[in-house]
């Protein structure tokens, strides 16, 4: 578990090496309070209706400053690192603390103040976890490390050159992606007011000239694996494998388009199919899975985020949707070697599998 966790973690870390600033760039230190509540998003979760967190986030930022051209493409963004503690006052989740990567994108800014959405991501320990024997009530949270998305919009006010005032309000996602069960993840919506203390009150960007326009296409293959546990009864963990081939073409500086031909071999839908009272007796239909895929990668540096939806064209055994998604993010390690981390969903809400793949990009010149 740890392991396989703290590989998202690892490729979160990748945002700072794509684009952290150098030591001169400016820098922003801050701390927030977090008041929180739990959202139901499940009848199953109604024992947490008015559960109400509080919180106390640290984080530093590095302004980027445009010494890389997808600097000026996302208009300056900042870059941060933060941790959150929260104390959920509700004895079977205990406590957390929270450890992420994360991107500030301004959407508008005035003369003495700004407004930014932030996503981020990373890890987290909670205290208290699913036990059938004395936690029985926590199905939300199945094991000690999960993974952690963050979304919030955020307005800032200078109240002097060096500090300024940052009301926000957003949501923070934690879950272990299926690796474990139960797992029907938990929603906290947040109101945040806090204080930044800025290292030098304005920067100058810088201006780079627009790339030479280019359409690149590329060809990819890949494979992937991952771990899940099927429900929460079944103990048993189970190696999920795909292979892929598929086409990349570039459209622009940020954005780039996928099609491809997926395979999948997940042995976890054996005992399923075995106890399925809709299998005809005496047959056995194969749990081989064939699924065209397309979707949409966005570019920062580097590092990319793409988002993608599969049909099962060969699916005998129909255990699942027929549509399946994708969240991944994917890092060049050489200019043609690639690894990637991605949460593969079934209908857009219920978690799958957290996948781990490694690819190879040929591009046509």
Not at 74 to 84: E, K
Not at 293 to 321: C, M, Q, V
Request: hydrophobic share 40%.
């Amino acid at each position: 578990m740890k392991v396989r966790i703290s590989f998202l973690f690892i490729v979160g870390l990748l945002i700072c090496r794509v684009g952290w600033a150098q030591n001169q760039n400016p820098i922003s230190i801050g701390v927030t309070y977090q008041g929180g509540q739990v959202l139901v998003h499940s009848a199953k979760i109604r024992h947490l209706r008015g559960v109400q967190p509080q919180g106390i986030e640290l984080n530093l930022q590095s302004q980027t400053t445009g010494t890389k051209f997808w600097h000026q493409l996302y208009r300056y963004p900042r870059l941060g690192i933060s941790l959150i503690a929260f104390d959920y006052r509700e004895p079977s989740l205990g406590k957390s603390l929270a450890a992420s990567i994360y991107l500030n994108k301004y959407v508008h800014q005035g003369p003495q103040y700004t407004i930014s959405v932030r996503i981020g991501t990373g890890l987290a320990y909670f205290s208290n976890h699913f036990d059938r024997k004395i936690n029985a009530t926590n199905n939300v949270i199945s094991s000690p490390l999960n993974a952690v998305i963050q979304l919030r919009t955020e307005f800032e006010r200078r109240i002097s050159p060096q500090f300024s005032v940052v009301a926000a309000a957003g949501i923070n996602h934690y879950s272990n992606g299926g690796n474990s069960k139960p797992n029907l993840g938990i929603n906290i919506g947040t109101l945040t007011l806090g204080l930044n203390y800025h290292s030098q009150a304005a920067f100058e960007p810088l201006v780079q000239p627009w790339p030479m326009p280019g359409h690149k296409l590329s060809f990819i293959m890949s494979g992937s694996v991952g771990v899940k546990q099927r429900n929460d009864f079944d103990t048993a963990t189970y190696v999920v494998k795909s292979v892929a081939v598929g086409a990349m073409q570039q459209i622009n500086p940020k954005s780039t388009l996928l099609v491809g031909l997926e395979g999948f071999y997940d042995p976890s839908l054996f005992p399923r199919r075995n106890w399925d009272p809709r299998v005809k007796p005496g047959t056995t239909p194969d749990i081989k899975r064939v699924a065209l895929n397309f979707g949409h990668e966005l570019t920062i540096g580097k590092l990319g985020f793409g988002t993608y939806l599969g049909w099962y064209a060969y699916r005998p055994y129909k255990s699942d949707a027929a549509f399946y998604q994708r969240l991944e993010m994917r890092y060049p390690l050489t200019h043609n070697i690639y690894v990637a981390a991605g949460l593969k969903l079934h209908d857009f809400i219920k978690a799958d599998v957290i996948e781990y793949r490694l690819g190879l990009r040929l591009w046509k010149h």
